[in-house]
């Protein structure tokens, strides 16, 4: 299955040369989330905003499904 | 009037008349916040409310538009009203200096048309949220982490910083630390948001967020639930 991820801030470095140009990654069907972020090598302990198709999700054991849409990105908290 | 002629173009006469009428609440005085004071006084917005606890330190002096070596030591909110003053004496200014919090936030707000968060730290943006929602007012978000920004514009109900604040509690600033340009382009994006938010007209950043990479400039406008 294709599972659509965008990297943002911080965590763009983890995906060069891992993501297709349509934006997907394969992961076999029973992936979690955890193995969203083990294919990246993101350190599961790094803070970050996780969501799993426009909701906040960080459960890393929620499976994920054939075309979700993961985005990764930095806390922000400064001003 | 003169003062106004640039706004004319792509603000029509009676929006302009119009946010010299609004009166915004902006929390916190420093380096996002000095930059949206600036803005909205040049603007022409009608009232400001501004709100601050702290007084300028040098740490400030590398980002906030409002500190100079001569303020350090200096009330925030005093020099923020001294400033529109300067640069706009048709605005009135209200300088509160305190912390805003669920227990006050709602006599500040009440009587504002909406709100602008130029706060820095996640639990003070979460008290925002509630009591602009119980103000029934919007609530335009900013924030910044060194190289990174994120604007979002939230009405009451949208609860938009519950989906990302919900689980951390510091943010990547603390590492990244913050530069002088960053708070100067979510300003700008934030007070593009108020101005629209007060004419309506115009696309919101409603339930959506703006994520800011200046690193690599890229801009991400994230669909959120």
């Known amino acids: ?79 | 009037m003169q003062r106004y002629i640039k706004n004319m173009s792509m603000l029509s006469a009676e929006e302009n008349k119009l946010i010299r009428t609004k009166k915004i609440v902006v929390v916190g005085c420093g380096g996002i916040g000095g930059y949206i004071i600036e803005f909205l006084a040049r603007l022409g917005v009608g009232h400001l409310t501004v709100i601050d606890k702290d007084v300028f330190e040098e740490s400030n002096l590398n980002r906030q538009l409002l500190s100079e070596p001569s303020v350090l030591g200096k009330s925030k909110v005093e020099v923020a009203k001294e400033r529109i003053a300067v640069v706009n004496p048709d605005v009135t200014a209200v300088p509160v200096q305190t912390k805003l919090d669920r227990f006050n936030g709602v006599d500040i707000l009440k009587g504002h048309d909406l709100v602008i968060d130029a706060l820095d730290n996640r639990d003070s943006r979460v008290d925002l949220q509630i009591v602009a929602e119980e103000v029934g007012i919007p609530m335009i978000h900013g924030a910044i982490a060194g190289w990174f920004g994120q604007v979002s514009t939230i009405f009451p109900g949208d609860r938009t910083l519950d989906l990302i604040y919900r689980y951390c509690s510091e943010g990547e600033e603390k590492s990244l630390g913050n530069p002088s340009f960053t708070p100067a382009l979510i300003a700008s994006i934030q007070v593009s948001e108020a101005l629209k938010v007060m004419i309506g007209r115009g696309e919101l950043l409603r339930k959506k967020l703006l994520v800011i990479d200046t690193l690599v400039q890229s801009y991400e406008v994230i669909p959120l639930h």
Not at chain 1, 6 to 19: D, R, S
Not at chain 1, 40 to 67: A, Y
């Open chain 1, 1 to 79: 299955m294709n599972i659509k991820v965008k990297l943002l801030t911080t965590f763009k470095k983890y995906g060069e040369g891992k993501i297709s140009e349509n934006g997907t990654i394969p992961l076999p069907k029973g992936s979690t989330l955890r193995d969203v972020l083990k294919y990246f090598d993101i350190p599961l302990d790094m803070p970050k905003v996780l969501l799993v198709n426009k909701d906040d999700q960080q459960n890393l054991d929620h499976e994920v499904n054939d075309g979700d849409e993961v985005v990764v990105f930095s806390f922000i908290c400064g001003g």
